[in-house]
């Protein structure tokens, strides 16, 4: 029997699904890491697991009993959660924390007895908490915390724990420590363990399964060695890695190489055209992605000169409220030629910065990559028409036009 | 820190100090009667006993003052306070924020203008045995939290700062609002001052005889969610996962306290900072466990409450200054404490 059985599983939190047609068993007393990067599903999975979250298609099945049929309180002594934050800004002590583990057991008017402290004592013993059970639960540092909220879940008895990234945020000795209580509750206890985890190499390290999740989607199951594969991690990291086998601990072990489109970006040079506040978005999200950026021609003091300026980005620049001088026209057309393509912001064009567009039009014959991003409908043009047919001959030539950064982005 | 054992004892120790507290209050005043006198008047209305009780030595028009005017007025004062008290002490736990109270956040205001309505509408039905102002007055309190928790929310949490600006907002709006009514429909200045800053004059027996059962009741009840809400305090989804059903907490507890907050402003008008002060001295002293601080802040707030309103009414005697003159002046120095020690979450 499994202890968890996934068929199908749907959720979305409004209208586009976060996890898609998910399936999947897990057995009875086994240890499973659900891996992936960011924003891939992995906490909602652990929530939906749990209940929190109700599925919008498919099935969960715990124990062969379908998850919705079990009464809130049945399912606490079922499955117990260690969510991801675990901050709690409240003098409580570490021992009534522990004790509120019991509360799907207790009626409402139920007070604690023998055998509930007997419960707690236990699971602080487990835990290693007990010398911390008179101390305050906000007084205490983060890997003790993260030990008692497990203890709480101890004392929740249950056959199944699931944990959101229980070792973010801590140090390397006390993620340690927390994975080797889990494997050693998982082994000595035969308790179901399944956690949310970044880092790889421990989940290899402990898991007897892991679930790789990308976009909502399952990319691999199965144990470390069937899922942690290159082809896997460059599919879903979009990063080069190395995976060989830890000589010390004998599982494996992933070595990052570098990461695909930063690495490439680095080496493209790309020329701005802006001006008025036009290329502020644009200066920001290609500098972020690791271009090489060079801009003009500007006038000293506009918002987009200000901003390249504070990137210390090179621009050939123009004195204030003035048209673009020949001197400055020149120096444009040199720093054009060390570029690998230029991209022109939805700027509005006039007499004044009329050359920019002949500039463009000069790197275009030289055959450079223009792109032109025009992303709404509102009037460029005050010279009369002679930019907008500027514009039409460009776009013949074979400049690109486009309606967003992010597709500018996607093509470059 | 008193924990677990001395749970009964703090109890037993804070109804000692109500029961003195009502004794000691109800004898400071104008007319002069020993505490060891109000007993016995309480007494000598208690069937069975009364017959041992000799009230030969009191003078009757001492009597008269402390049964017909003091008692009822201390009594009823100690059901306010105690009512507001736990209702802050409830909606601190429910919105996980130290700075939740009926008046802060508006719903006593809601409460007042409800009540007002009532009035100058002539409400007189009694249903289940509340008066139409108590349901105006409940309707409006509910109404006051619901624009205001949604005004203050930003996706699933409440954010101290919102929490207080929607609060403030809505609730002088209210107020305001509220005036206007008072000033329209009776021109009566006074009048508006007394409801608008609270007081707990000349009421008699009959708001108190009226309140005792609903509030005691709505107290217990609220008691009923200490466990919860003590849970709730760790976070939602680790309640959730407890197996608590964190909605309907949300909804009882928000329900029970805006009652509460309801029949007492229906009776008392608006007194403020009650619900902020007492449950925060009570976390200082016995720590956040509902299970004591629920209890613990209604016998701290009725005894509060009857003291601010012994000054209220013997400060610059024969003139009564409204009760909520006297909390605010606690309060609000209070509320800018907690302000700058709490400067670093908000």
Redesign the interface.
Known sequence: MYAISVKDLEFGYREDLVLKKVSFNIRDGSFVSLIGPNGSGKSTLL?TL?N?YQPRGGSIRLYDRDLSSY???????K???V?Q??N??????VE??VM??R??Y?K??EMEDESDFKIVYEAMKMTNTLSLRDRLINQISGGERQRVIIAKALA?KPSIILLDEPTSNLDINHQMDILNLLKRLNRENGLTVILVIHDINLACRYSDQIIFLKDGQILGMGSPEEVVTIENMENAYNMKVAIERNKYTNTLHLTPIEIKDRGENKNKRVHIVCGGGSGQELINSLYSEGFQLSLGVLNVGDSDWELARSLNLPMVEEVPFSGISDEAHENNLRMLERVDMVVISNVPIGAGNLKNLLAAKEALEKGKRIFYIKDDDLEFDYTNGEALSLIGLMKERGMITLNSIDQLLDEI | MIRKSGYKLTITFLITLLIFSIGLFSAIGTAKVSVGDIFKILLSKVPMIKNYVDLADIPSSSVTIIWNIRLPRVLLGALVGASLSIAGAAFQGMFKNPMADPYVIGISSGAALGATIAIVLKVNFILLGFSGISLFAFIGALATVLIVYNIARIKNKVPITTLLLAGVAVGQFLTAIMSFIMVISDRDMVKITYWTLGSLAGKGWEPVLKMTIPAILCMIVICFFARELNILLTGEESAQSLGIDVERIKTYILLLGTFITAISVSVSGIIGFVGLIIPHIVRLIFGPDHRILLPSSALLGSIFMIFADTLARTLISPIEIPVGIITALFGGPFFIYLLRTRKKSI
Do not use: S
């Not at chain 1, 009464?71 to 002594?77: D, G």
């Not at chain 1, 709690?88 to 002590?93: A, E, K, L, M, N």
């Open positions: 929530k749990n929190l009464k809130k309180r049945e399912l606490a002594r499955i117990a959660l969510p934050e675990t709690i800004d409240y003098d409580f002590t009534e924390i509120m583990g509360h799907p207790k409402r008017f929740q």
